[in-house]
């Protein structure tokens, strides 16, 4: 009797115990149960009807998963592959990582300045490469006094392999800033600006400039002089697979243009860098009496002047801001020319696969198709981003990775995105967007200062892409909003 009734008491006492208990560990479990309930009626909202919606939630400080959401789902991540490549470039290459242009004279060089021969312009892949950087290696070679080049500007972008484009890129896209050619040899994003003017009187032929103005490219025009106060229409594009551009519509007489009318791609790029820098030579009186043309380095080419990029650190912002195609591109053939010794997508997926199973993330989700997130043949889940995320934030160059995100209501893709909310200035992801496609995955810290990661997916949605964006950007909000000492209302 004493022995059942000292086990009646033991049991009181533990739930007297577990009751005084309760009343600290309700609160983070209400905290817990609240979150859930309230991103789940945010992702009720019928405008996402017919779509698919991968969420994670995960804290940074304590590893607490804080919500899921179709988590293993593979799902099309549009521009938040720039991930992927950004943090396989920034562990496998660093960030004071620079690419290198460099010209070399590829015959004699005589006491009187003159190449006898060719002169030869070699890409290191630099994907931010500018005409003004040409004209500065333009400068140095005329300061080293050469004066005269007899044969031929010869570009050698053989760094790469010869495939411009991403895998699966849609065809209609590609006279597009956003879906130029990839070489390692660039120059102006590989694209050329178009600007269009109005004629003097109405019924004229408008006037169409190029910038920078070269012979590789030809343009096409048949847009007219509108009326004073008519509607601007004006559309440029290339011809695929020429660098024939052409320009259609009208434009009012009275216009007043301001800005170029479009960036059009060019067909391959090296060339366009070659004639580019022939130009620029012989802006600062340097003869060239050959043609631009692309061939491999001879073995007994002479270096003469180089150019280094900006370190990766930097692109790194230029990349994932703006959200650049190109770079991402770039990049990623950079890690299979640097690590695989081959300058292909197939060895940079290789070389992202392998950093991607050494920090653990599961690959058994994940397809990749390119850098840039362009392709909508790339598949990744909710988790594997988070879990890079987490990776990334104790890497020993974090600042470098989170520093190169947009910043919500502040710069990049998401400088007009949480504006007036919690999230504003404090949310730092990556944006992505392909047609039906809507993604936002990076970093915010919670109102009692609790850092978290998060990826929010979205796929097949019907709705105007702004109302997907919405919904992103109130969860943001809500995440924000979170206190360790309150659950959210």
């Known amino acids: 009797m004493k022995s059942k009734n000292r086990v009646l008491i033991a049991l ?14 309700a609160p983070a479990s209400l905290y817990a149960d609240v979150l859930a309930q309230r991103i789940d009626q945010l992702l009720a909202d019928p405008s996402l009807n017919h779509g698919v919606q991968a969420v994670m939630v995960k804290s940074l400080q304590t590893g607490k998963l804080l919500y899921e959401r179709n988590t293993d789902l593979a799902m099309i991540p549009a521009s938040n592959m720039k991930l992927i490549v950004s943090a396989t470039a920034l562990d496998q290459l660093g960030p004071d990582f620079t690419f290198v242009t460099k010209i070399f004279a590829c015959g004699p060089v005589t006491g009187q300045g003159v190449i006898d021969g060719d002169i030869a312009l070699v ?5 931010v490469l500018e005409t003004r950087d040409l004209m500065c290696l333009a400068k140095e ?13 010869i570009v050698d972008d053989s760094l790469f392999d010869d495939n411009r484009l991403g895998t699966a890129w849609s065809w209609d896209d590609l006279s597009y800033y956003y879906s130029a050619e990839i070489s390692a040899l660039n120059l102006n994003r590989n694209v050329l600006r178009v600007w269009v003017y109005p004629g003097k009187s109405v019924g004229d032929p408008a006037v169409v400039q190029l910038d920078p103005p070269i012979p590789y490219i ?26 024939v551009i052409k320009v259609t519509g009208s434009i009012p007489v009275d216009a007043k243009v301001t800005d170029a009318e479009e960036s059009i791609t060019v067909h391959e790029p090296a060339l366009y860098a070659g004639y580019v820098f022939r130009s620029e030579l012989r802006k600062q009186g340097i003869i060239v009496l050959g043609e631009v043309k692309a061939a491999k380095l001879p073995n007994q080419a002479v270096p003469l002047c180089q150019h280094t990029s900006p370190a990766l650190a930097s692109i790194l912002a230029l990349l994932n801001k703006p959200s650049d195609n190109l770079i991402a591109e770039v990049l990623l053939r950079t890690l299979g020319a640097v690590v695989k010794g081959k300058g292909s997508v197939e060895s940079g997926r290789e070389v992202e696969r392998e950093f991607l199973s050494k920090i653990g993330v599961d690959l058994s989700g994940i397809s990749i198709a390119d850098g840039s997130g362009l392709s909508r043949l790339n598949y990744v889940t909710a988790r594997a981003l988070v879990d890079l995320l987490c990776y990334m934030y104790r890497h020993k160059n974090a600042d470098v990775f989170i520093a190169s995100l947009p910043i919500a209501g502040v710069d990049g893709t998401l400088r007009n995105r949480m504006k007036g909310s919690a999230a504003e200035k404090n949310v730092r992801a990556k944006t992505g967007y392909v047609s039906r496609a809507s993604t936002l995955s990076g970093y915010l810290t919670t109102k009692s200062g609790e850092p978290l990661a998060f990826s929010i997916l979205m796929n097949h949605h019907l709705c105007p892409t702004a109302s997907v964006t919405a919904i992103q950007d109130k969860i943001c909000g809500l995440l924000a909003e979170l206190s360790t000492e309150s659950s959210p209302n």
Request: net charge positive.
């Open 141 to 153: 070679l005329r300061a080293k006094g050469i004066k005269k080049i007899t044969g031929d500007v």
């Open 218 to 243: 030809k343009v096409e025009t048949t847009p007219i002089t509108g009326e004073s106060g008519s509607e601007k229409r004006i559309w440029a594009y290339r011809e695929l697979g020429t660098n």
């Open 12 to 25: 009181a006492i533990c739930w007297l115990v577990l009751s005084g208990l309760g009343g600290l560990i």
């Open 123 to 127: 890409g290191g892949g630099d994907p």
